[in-house]
């Protein structure tokens, strides 16, 4: 049993810090009971993004809210932070952390100190230095982003059918989408169906009127759904008349034209970036092992490598696959092993603390589903691969058993029955981004600026 106060330090909300921190809850009960045991996670946003559902919330399909989690209502035994590790000494067992009083309090970081550190923070959009993309283009990982491209492809599809310039117009139904992996085609999918369906609203958009491009340097799309199932899936967009271009690159994206490598150039006013991620940046600000793609050197146990009392999982960790047959293989950042090596991270944790052995990681890679829309989807399951109604299905099936809580669970599949029962919700909420602008105008201030002019705009 614990003997002294142990104060655990879980960095990272997302997939591996929340289902570690919950983990640690049952599995110490009784320690955090009598006080020996202290649980701290520290993260940016006070709930947990359920990313596999960002293509239905983006499409309407699901609330926003009931994509996400909260944190404090799921970990009640503990001290949930918000706010930012910058750096942490492992050395000195200390962490840098900023808040949102950090900036008013004005006396800099705050210092934490801990006893096991588990490291979580996920990872972030790998860009590029493409001209234009920083000023025009959008990422795809956030349901701040999914709602806002939501709000966004909505409000260019008004645009287009209240303006009498056929550039503007074209422009405007040009939807470029550069990746062509989980998130790039379901994102592209889901929205492209949605708006298709939308364009029944509008007296002069027809579905023919869009230009939906999805940009892929390889040469395919969903490599985790294997060949034959990615191979259909190009075809079964370019059968919706969406243009997919494999051993295609973006190279500019300035004054709103898309460049691509094969020459192409299109005038468009929607760019989404999916082509991969990155660590998150405070791994580089450790003074624990790195592998040369900067991700956390671990171990099976999910120890990091060359150190004791610091744990990682996820994203930014690599930890040896000991199911492949490769010796130098490693696990796939995808959330099917996040959500597991947390539950063996967590007990591992508990099992240091009473004096017990460690438990290997150890996950064979079932396989993938990947929805293409309403009704439409690919699956690579246990050898099994299925295309159409059934991966669709089979789709939702996974990811409402995969989503946390009862709660969550419940209010998805109410909402997915009611969808089946009415209309399709079309109404963009753009002024969220700018939820002042009216009042500003209204008191006479200026309103912020942005590309459109418009200060309720979501663009």
């Known amino acids: 049993m614990v003997k002294e ?46 990313q ?63 006893d096991e550190l588990v490291l979580a923070p996920g990872s972030i959009a790998r860009t590029l230095p493409i001209p234009g993309l920083a000023d025009h283009a959008i990422g795809f990982k956030s349901v701040e982003e999914a709602i806002g491209l939501r709000n966004h492809v909505i409000e ?70 294997g060949e034959e199932m990615g191979r259909y899936t190009v075809t079964e967009l370019r059968r919706r008349n969406i243009d997919v271009r494999l051993h ?36 580089a600000a450790t003074d624990l092992a790195r592998n040369g793609r900067g991700r956390l050197k671990c171990t099976p ?24 047959a490769d010796p130098g293989a490693e696990t796939a950042p995808n959330a099917q092993h996040a959500v597991r090596q947390a539950k063996v991270l967590g007990d591992n944790i508990a099992h240091a603390l009473r004096g017990e052995p460690l438990e290997t990681y150890a996950h064979k890679y079932v396989g993938s589903v990947a929805s293409l829309g309403l009704h439409k989807g690919v699956a690579h399951v246990y050898g099994r691969k299925l295309k159409g109604y059934p991966a669709w299905f089979m789709h939702r099936v996974y990811h409402l058993s995969r989503v946390p809580t009862y709660n969550r669970k419940a209010r998805v599949l109410a909402e997915w029955t009611l969808s089946g029962l009415f209309k399709r919700e079309i109404v963009s909420l753009g002024s969220l981004e700018h939820p002042r602008a009216e009042f500003e105008l209204a008191a006479g201030g200026k309103p912020p600026t942005n590309p459109t002019g418009d200060p309720k705009g979501s663009s």
């Not at 591996?16 to 919950?22: F, I, K, N, R």
């Not at 999910?302 to 040896?320: I, Q, Y």
């Open 5 to 50: 106060r142990a104060r655990i330090l879980v960095v990272g909300g997302g997939y591996v810090g929340m289902y570690t921190a919950l983990r640690l809850q049952r599995r110490l009960k009784q320690e955090l009971g009598r006080g020996e045991v202290d649980i701290t996670v520290v993260t940016p946003d006070p709930y947990m993004t359920y």
């Open 52 to 114: 596999p559902f960002l293509p239905e919330a983006a499409a309407g399909a699901i609330s926003p809210r009931h994509v996400v989690v909260p944190l404090r209502r799921v970990l009640d035994r503990c001290h949930v932070v918000v706010g930012e590790v910058q750096s942490i000494d492992h050395a000195g067992r200390t962490a840098a952390l900023t808040t949102l009083a950090t900036e008013e309090e004005a006396a800099g970081a705050e210092r934490l100190t801990y």
């Open 156 to 225: 260019q599809m008004d645009i287009a059918s209240s303006t009498r310039d056929p550039e503007i117009r074209d422009a405007a139904l040009t939807f470029v989408f550069v990746g062509g992996g989980f998130a790039g085609v379901e994102a592209l999918a889901e929205l492209e169906d949605m708006a298709r369906y939308a364009t029944r609203y509008y007296h002069n958009v027809q579905p023919e009127d869009m230009k939906w491009i999805l940009v892929e340097a390889s040469d395919r799309v969903l490599p985790e759904v």
């Open 248 to 283: 295609t690159r973006l190279e500019s994206c300035a004054d709103r034209v898309a460049v691509l490598s094969d020459g192409s150039r299109f005038p468009t006013r929607t760019v989404v970036w999916t082509a991969g991620v990155k660590p998150h940046p405070l791994i």
């Open 301 to 324: 146990q999910l120890t990091v490598e060359g150190t004791t009392h610091a744990w990682a999982a996820g994203d930014a960790a690599a930890v040896p696959d000991v199911t492949a």
